[in-house]
């Protein structure tokens, strides 16, 4: 019978998925910033533009979530002492 990681490598391993999430999140909102920036230069309508945009904000926006997500995850894990369940794969 396999006991699974020991707690301390359960931390070590969200810990790098908060990390992980942290940096997609924060590169995804990068793109956002520079296409808003792009489109305050050039304010003439771009529907490509528009269309970029709204795509990137989206991605930003699911990326935060799954940030969101590890983070509460690994707060659980850490403070309060719960265990996340082998099928947490979301992330």
């Known amino acids: 019978m396999n006991a699974g990681p020991s707690r301390r490598e359960l931390e070590a391993q969200w810990r790098e998925r908060v990390n992980h999430a942290r940096l997609r999140y924060r590169e995804q ?14 304010p003439v309508a771009d529907p490509d533009g528009a269309f970029a945009l709204q795509h990137a904000l989206r991605v930003e926006s699911q990326a935060l979530q799954e940030y969101m997500w590890a983070l509460r995850t690994f707060t659980d894990l850490v403070v309060h002492g719960i265990v996340p369940r082998e099928d947490s794969t979301k992330g």
Do not use: S
């Open 29 to 42: 909102a990068a793109i956002c910033e520079a296409l808003m920036a792009q489109r305050v230069r050039t």
